[in-house]
C-alpha cells in the first residue's frame, strides 16, 4: 500500500483534531477513487470515505461505530472479513459485489514507537483504469514525499517530528544533520544516475535506522537531517557510514560525509531552529576531525558560543568596511641570493575597535560560508591598488603585489571586470597586481576555474597557484591550469631535512615547475635549513617567518625604501 495512504490513516487514528492535517487527509482519502475504510484495533470505525456510502446507499451517521462485521459493503461473513484474515496473513483478498470484482489490500497502522493503533483497508475495481481518479491523492503525495529517496519533505518532516516530540514526552531524541562533501563530484566523474543511487541508497540506511520511531527528511540534494530516539544512533553506525567508496574504470574515489547532531532538550523550540543547530554542528567538522576518523560534531555550550561569536562578526562586518577596518598587511617574498624583496603578497587583519587586532582565521572562513567574502575581497584588492598607485605616482621603490581570490569569487559573474576595473581606476601596469588562486577552489569546480584562470592570463594579469600541496596536490592542476607562479608550501614537506623521500620530491616539483616555465617561491620557510635547501635545488624565492612576518604598509613600505637606498 502506498505509504503516503498509511501515513494518513496514522494521523486520523491517532486524532489529531486540533490539527488542520487531519482536515487535509480526509478530504484527499474522500475524493479519491478507492473505497477506504480505516479501524481503531478494537474494530470500531474511525474513517471510511463516501465512495462507500454511494455503492451501499448507506450515510455516514448510520456507520457511526460500526464494528469491522458490520460493514456489509460485500456478502462477506465475520471470518472472511479483511482484518480477520490479515490477522492470519492474508493482506490481500478479492470478492465481488453486483457483478464486478473488487481488489481489497488490508494493513495495520503502526505509530512511530512501532505499536499498532489501527487497520485500513484499501478496496480498488480491479477492471477499471483510476490514474485520473487517484490525481489528487498523487498530488498530496509529492507535496509530502521526496520523489527520490521517499523521505518526508521538509514541511511534512516539520509536522511529523513535532508530533512526535510532543506525544513522547519521556523519550530523548537527537536532531541528525547529514551532509556528502564534494557530491557534484559524483555526477560529475560517475552519472547523475550514480549520484541519485548513492541518495537512494542514503536514504533506505536512515530508514533502517530510525525504523519506526523517528522521522527522516531529504532537504536538498545530498543534505539529510532525521530525527530519532538517542539510543538508536551510535558512534559505530556514524563512523561506518561516513566514508562512500565509488570505482570507476580507472581507479577508486572516496567521498566523506559530516554529521551534526542536536540533542532535543526544549522542545518548545521551532523545527527550523533544531535543525539548524543540527547544520551548525555538522558544518563544525574539519578535516582533521575527518583524517582522525570522527565523522560528527555535537552542538553544545562551546558550539554555541563560538556561533554566537560568528554571528556577531558578521553582523559587524558591513561597518567595518564602512569605517575602513580591515588594514591591509604585507608578507614580503625575498631573493635568498641578493637578500631582497621581490614582490609581496597582500593580507588582511581586523582592527576591531572593541576586540582589538583579529587575525583572519578567525573571519575568513566565516564570511566565506556566508558569501560575504566577495565584498571583502573587492575592499582588499581596492585598498592595494590604492596604495600602489600612490607608490608610482611618488616614484617611490614598488614591487608587485599579489592579491587572493576566493573560491566564492570564482562563481560571480563580475570578477574579471572587477579585476580590471581596479587595474584601471588606479592605473597600475598589470604586473604590478598579481592574482592568487588556491587549489582547493580548482578541486571545487576545475572547469569553471580553469576558465577565468586562462582569461586572466589573456587579459595580462599573471596568476599564482597557492598552498600546492597543503591537502588537495594534485598534478593534473599543474597539467591543465596555465600558471606563471607555483608557491609551495613547506608543510607539504616539513621534514624533508630528516627524510629522503620528502626532499626529492620537493626537488622534483621544483625542477618540474621550473621545466612547465613556471616561477617558484616556497612558502612559510622558518629557517636556515630549509633556506639553504631550496636554494641548492634551484629555489631562491621565499616567504617565510625566517625572513619577515606579515607587516602593516608603513612597515613594509620602509623596508622598500630602505632596500632602495642601500642598493644606491
Known amino acids: ?3 503516503v495512504i498509511l501515513e494518513m490513516a496514522q494521523t486520523l487514528c491517532e486524532n489529531k483534531e486540533d490539527n488542520k492535517t487531519v482536515e487535509t487527509y480526509r478530504k484527499a482519502l474522500d475524493i479519491i477513487h478507492a473505497f477506504v475504510i480505516i479501524l481503531s484495533m478494537d474494530k470500531k470505525l474511525i474513517f471510511m470515505n463516501s465512495r462507500i456510502c454511494k455503492i ?22 465475520g471470518d472472511e472479513c479483511a482484518f480477520n484474515r490479515l490477522a492470519n496473513g492474508e493482506s490481500l483478498t478479492y470478492f465481488t459485489r453486483n457483478n464486478e470484482e473488487y481488489e481489497c489490500e488490508a494493513s495495520y497502522i503502526y505509530n512511530n514507537l512501532g505499536e499498532k493503533i489501527g487497520f485500513i483497508e484499501y478496496i480498488l475495481p480491479r477492471n477499471k483504469d483510476v490514474s485520473k481518479a487517484d490525481r489528487e491523492i498523487e498530488l498530496v503525495t509529492k507535496s509530502r514525499y521526496d520523489d527520490l529517496t521517499r523521505l518526508f519533505r521538509r514541511d511534512f518532516f516539520y509536522d511529523r517530528t513535532r508530533w512526535l516530540l510532543d506525544h513522547n514526552p519521556g523519550v530523548s531524541y537527537l536532531m541528525v544533520y547529514w551532509n556528502v562533501k564534494r557530491f557534484r563530484v559524483i555526477n560529475d566523474v560517475f552519472s547523475t544516475k550514480t549520484g541519485n543511487m548513492v541518495l537512494i541508497n542514503i536514504g533506505e540506511k536512515i530508514k533502517k535506522l530510525i525504523d519506526r520511531e523517528g522521522t527522516a527528511a531529504r532537504l536538498s540534494d545530498d543534505k539529510f537531517v532525521f530525527c530519532l530516539p538517542k539510543n538508536k544512533l551510535t558512534e559505530a553506525w556514524l563512523r561506518d557510514n561516513a566514508t562512500i567508496t565509488l570505482i570507476s574504470d580507472t581507479a577508486a574515489f572516496t567521498f566523506k560525509s559530516t554529521f551534526g547532531i542536536y540533542e532535543i532538550q526544549d522542545r518548545t523550540v521551532s523545527l527550523d531552529i533544531m535543525c539548524d543547530r543540527a547544520k551548525m554542528a555538522q558544518s563544525s567538522v574539519a ?8 565523522p560528527y560534531a555535537r552542538y553544545d555550550k562551546i558550539l554555541r558560543k563560538h556561533m554566537m561569536e560568528e554571528q556577531y562578526l558578521l553582523s559587524q562586518m558591513s561597518y567595518a568596511l564602512q569605517e575602513e577596518q580591515f588594514k591591509i598587511y604585507f608578507q614580503p617574498v625575498y631573493d635568498i641570493k641578493t637578500k631582497k624583496i621581490v614582490s609581496s603578497e597582500a593580507l588582511v587583519r581586523w582592527l576591531h575597535p572593541e576586540k582589538g587586532l583579529i587575525h583572519p582565521d578567525k573571519f575568513i572562513g566565516i564570511f566565506e560560508k556566508n558569501g560575504l567574502i566577495t565584498q571583502l575581497d573587492r575592499y582588499i584588492w581596492d585598498k592595494v591598488g590604492a596604495i600602489l598607485e600612490k607608490r608610482l605616482k611618488s616614484k617611490k621603490p614598488c614591487v608587485p603585489v599579489s592579491v587572493n581570490v576566493s573560491r566564492v569569487d570564482f562563481f560571480t559573474t563580475t570578477l574579471l571586470d572587477d579585476l580590471a576595473a581596479i587595474i584601471a581606476k588606479h592605473n597600475l601596469p598589470k604586473n604590478m597586481l598579481r592574482v592568487e588562486v588556491t587549489e582547493s577552489a580548482y578541486v571545487d569546480d576545475p572547469g569553471r576555474i580553469l576558465t577565468i584562470v586562462r582569461e586572466l592570463r589573456v587579459r595580462g594579469f599573471t596568476v599564482l597557484l597557492d598552498d600546492f600541496g597543503s591537502g588537495y596536490s594534485s598534478l593534473n592542476t599543474l597539467k591543465d591550469m596555465p600558471l606563471d607562479v607555483l608557491k609551495i608550501d613547506m608543510k607539504f614537506l616539513c621534514d624533508f631535512a630528516s627524510s629522503q623521500r620528502a626532499g626529492l620530491i620537493l626537488e622534483s616539483i621544483i625542477t ?8 617558484v617561491i616556497a612558502e612559510g620557510v622558518e629557517n636556515d635549513e630549509q633556506a639553504d635547501f631550496l636554494l641548492k635545488v634551484g629555489c631562491s624565492k621565499v616567504q617565510g617567518f625566517l625572513y619577515a612576518k606579515p607587516m602593516p604598509e608603513e612597515e613594509f613600505m620602509s623596508k622598500l625604501d630602505a632596500q632602495s637606498q642601500k642598493g644606491k
Open 512 to 519: 618540474m615547475a621550473r621545466r612547465l616555465n613556471m616561477e
Open 56 to 77: 451501499t446507499g448507506i450515510s455516514a451517521a448510520d456507520y457511526k461505530d460500526a464494528s469491522c462485521e458490520t460493514l456489509r459493503i460485500a456478502e462477506r461473513r
Open 287 to 294: 578535516e582533521f576531525h575527518l583524517a582522525n576518523n570522527k
Open 1 to 3: 500500500m502506498d505509504k
